[in-house]
């Protein structure tokens, strides 16, 4: 299970670095979506909020790939996730299965980590 969280992890990071990068210097050539998620990411890109987006899964890839912070990448990441797998849910179902993989990797990833994140789940603090 230790390599099987390692190997996600990396992955993970190379994902979302290389997707990050690919989000400002467009080097991995596809064509735009259409319909809502085509209008949505040209909003996106024209309010400029998705350099914002791909610059926090630049950071967070690298932490990942680092292993540096990597509960903090985590619970960043998990947060994209949920954006990622709306807007593939109810705009451009076309891309699901790979916002699924990239999920089950990230589930994979944080096993090892669940310690961590009990204090999340706390209903109380004090």
């Known amino acids: 299970m230790k390599i099987t969280a390692l190997v996600a992890r990396i992955l993970l990071g190379l994902i979302f670095g290389v997707l ?10 596809a064509p735009p979506p259409v319909g809502l998620g085509g209008q949505f990411l040209t909003v996106m890109y024209a309010s400029h909020y998705a350099y914002m987006t791909t610059s926090v899964q630049i950071i967070a890839g690298l932490m990942l790939l680092s292993n540096q912070y990597v509960p903090l990448a985590l619970v960043v990441l998990g947060a994209v996730l949920v954006n990622i797998l709306t807007y593939h849910i109810t705009m451009l179902p076309g891309g699901l299965p ?9 589930v994979l990833a944080c096993l090892p980590y669940r310690a961590h994140f009990a204090l999340l789940f706390a209903r109380k603090v004090h």
């Open 98 to 106: 790979l916002a699924l993989f990239v999920t089950l990797l990230w």
């Open 20 to 29: 990050g990068f690919n989000g400002f210097l467009m080097f991995l050539p």
